[in-house]
């Protein structure tokens, strides 16, 4: 029997997350499905709850669904209790299991696919959002000297200060703020990548040998990317390493295997036609 899965988002034509699992599941000799939901932005738990009625084992979640997925969940593994947010959930006699893969998948990323540690550097974190929240403790958890969290409303930066100042050294502003500071390690966790707007941002925000790094990805670099190669970034990435790496984590929680995950982005980033 094959067992069946899911991205849901809102937009989610641009995922590759069907590509991926496809390509974990041809590695592992697995027998499943992926595909793609569009869900009204009023409507996600509907949406959940009849993929799961119609027998799907699991779903992984994207923007802008990750606090209200942990919200309609009935369990929680401890990262996701932590960010407050899941991008993925599994389907269980018992009800659904809500995890947040996304901080291990972007620390992999960087330590592992772009050798960029995060110990003692001082990190820029542009959001405050699901996506935020989600890799919040796992930037934490690198030791940085710093986090800053600016977001364009800052009362809710100053949220998420509160929750993790137990963590590590975090303090939160608006983007007006930044004027005057520089960061080893910039992350664009905003849904900008997506929508094509830009952040009004400092041009000396980018110490040298800094990374630029937005959680988004496509064909082209996002305008975030683009400021960030004309005013001082060394280094500039997407998030498709993320997506790989997080949803071999999701992977792993579905299947109980664990793929190799280089050889997979290795592929999509050959195959830029595919990127969209």
């Known amino acids: 029997m094959t067992d069946h899965y899911a991205v849901i988002g809102n937009p989610v034509a641009h995922s590759l997350s069907p590509l991926v699992h496809t390509a974990f599941a041809q590695q592992t000799g697995q027998n499943i499905s992926y595909i793609k939901l569009l869900s009204p932005l009023t409507d996600f738990a509907v949406t959940v709850r009849k993929f799961q009625t119609d027998g799907g084992c699991g779903v992984n979640v994207t923007?802008?669904?990750?606090?209200?997925?942990?919200?309609?969940?009935?369990?929680?593994?401890?990262?996701?209790?932590?960010?407050q947010a899941a991008n993925t959930l599994v389907f269980t006699d018992t009800g659904i299991l809500a995890d947040n893969t996304d901080g291990a998948g972007l620390i992999i990323d960087l330590r592992q696919n772009l050798y960029f540690p995060l110990a003692h550097r001082r990190i820029l974190l542009l959001g405050a959002g699901g996506a935020a929240r989600g890799?919040?403790?796992?930037?934490?958890?690198?030791?940085?000297?710093?986090?800053?969290?600016?977001?364009?409303?800052?009362?809710?930066?100053?949220?998420?200060?509160?929750?993790?100042?137990?963590?590590?050294?975090?303090?939160?502003?608006?983007?007006?703020?930044?004027?005057?500071?520089?960061?080893?390690c910039v992350i664009n966790a905003t849904s900008t990548g997506l929508s094509g707007e830009y952040i009004t941002l400092p041009d000396t925000l980018f110490a040298p040998g800094s990374l630029a790094y937005d959680m988004a990805y496509g064909k082209d670099p996002t305008p975030f990317l683009r400021f960030a190669q004309g005013h001082g970034a060394a280094q500039c990435a997407d998030g498709l390493g993320m997506l790989v790496e997080q949803a071999a984590e999701a992977f792993h929680l579905w299947r109980k295997l664990r793929p190799q995950t280089q050889t997979v982005i290795d592929q999509l980033r050959s195959n830029s036609s595919n990127r969209a």
Request: glycine share 2%; net charge neutral.
């Open 135 to 184: 890799v919040m403790p796992s930037l934490l958890a690198e030791l940085p000297s710093r986090l800053v969290i600016a977001n364009r409303t800052r009362a809710r930066a100053h949220t998420l200060q509160e929750r993790f100042a137990i963590y590590g050294n975090v303090s939160a502003c608006d983007y007006a703020d930044l004027q005057n500071q520089q960061f080893d």
């Open 63 to 83: 923007v802008p669904f990750k606090e209200e997925a942990f919200r309609i969940a009935d369990r929680h593994t401890e990262r996701a209790m932590l960010a």
